[in-house]
C-alpha cells in the first residue's frame, strides 16, 4: 500500500480557513484519496475523497495535486468541532482496506 | 440514518476469558471490519470480510479469530484474553465493488479492558 505523509499536528483560529496537507509520492494511478477524521470518543468518520480533480462537499474541498503526489484538505471556517484528527489514506479502486496512518490532530482556538 | 452498533460501549474481562465484541450494520453493506487503536499506534486492521463467511487477516490477526455468518453481524472473538488486548476495538463497513470510490462508516468504539 503507498504511504501517505501529515504533519503530527496543527493549529488554527476558529472562523479561520486550514489547510490539512499531506503527501504520496508513491501514490499509483488507480489510488483514491480519501480523508477521514476523528472526533474525541468517536470512531472515525469519512469527510471527502477525490482521484484527479478537486472536490467539494458540505463539510470540506478537497485540493489535488496535478501530479497527485500531494493533496490538501481545506475546512473553509474552522469550528471548535472540527477539533480532531485528520486522516489521509490512499484506497486502491478494487481494493477493500483502508490503512490508516498516524493523522494530523488539528486543534482550533477560540 | 446509516448505522454501524457494535454491541458494548465499555468491557472489563479478565485474563483467559472468551470474549465476543458483536458488530451490526443496516446498510446492506458487503464488508466489514475489525480495527483496534491503541495510543502512539494509530487503527490498525485485525480482520475483515468482503461477504458472508468469508475473511481476511489484517496487519494484526495475532490472538484474535471473526465470524460472519449473516451479512449484517460481524464478530470478533478472543479466544483467552490477554492484557495486551486491552485497547478501543472499531468496527467499520462499506460497500464492495469498486472500493476506491466508497466510503466506509464506524461504530463508535468498545473499550476493552483486560484485567
Known amino acids: 500500500d503507498a504511504k501517505t505523509t501529515q504533519p503530527n499536528s496543527m493549529e488554527s483560529n476558529e472562523e479561520e480557513p486550514v489547510h490539512l496537507p499531506c503527501n504520496h509520492s508513491?501514490?499509483?494511478?488507480?489510488?483514491?484519496i480519501h480523508w477521514y477524521r476523528q472526533l474525541p470518543s468517536q470512531g472515525p468518520e469519512y469527510v471527502i475523497h477525490g482521484l484527479t480533480s478537486n472536490v467539494n462537499n458540505r463539510m470540506a474541498s478537497l485540493a489535488i495535486a496535478e501530479d497527485r503526489k500531494s493533496s490538501t484538505l481545506i475546512l473553509h471556517r474552522a469550528t471548535l468541532r472540527d477539533a480532531a484528527v485528520y486522516y489521509c489514506i490512499l484506497k486502491r479502486e478494487y481494493g477493500n482496506k483502508l490503512v490508516f496512518g498516524a493523522g494530523t490532530i488539528l486543534r482550533v482556538k477560540s | 440514518d446509516v448505522k454501524v452498533t457494535q454491541s458494548s460501549r465499555y468491557l472489563v474481562k479478565r485474563t483467559g476469558e472468551k470474549v465476543f465484541l458483536e458488530c451490526v450494520q443496516d446498510m446492506d453493506h458487503e464488508n466489514m471490519f475489525w480495527y483496534r487503536q491503541d495510543p502512539g499506534l494509530g487503527l490498525r486492521l485485525i480482520y475483515f470480510?468482503?461477504?458472508?463467511?468469508?475473511?481476511e487477516k489484517g496487519d494484526i490477526p495475532e490472538g484474535y479469530s471473526v465470524s460472519r455468518e449473516k451479512k449484517e453481524r460481524f464478530s470478533l472473538i478472543l479466544e483467552s484474553a490477554s492484557t495486551n488486548q486491552t485497547s478501543m476495538y472499531l468496527c467499520?463497513?462499506?460497500?464492495?465493488?469498486?472500493?476506491?470510490?466508497?466510503?466506509?462508516?464506524f461504530g463508535q468504539g468498545t473499550r476493552l479492558t483486560v484485567v
Open positions: 470480510s468482503y461477504d458472508v463467511k468469508m475473511k
Open positions: 467499520a463497513s462499506s460497500f464492495f465493488g469498486r472500493a476506491g470510490n466508497t466510503e466506509a462508516f
Open positions: 508513491t501514490i499509483s494511478g488507480t489510488d483514491y
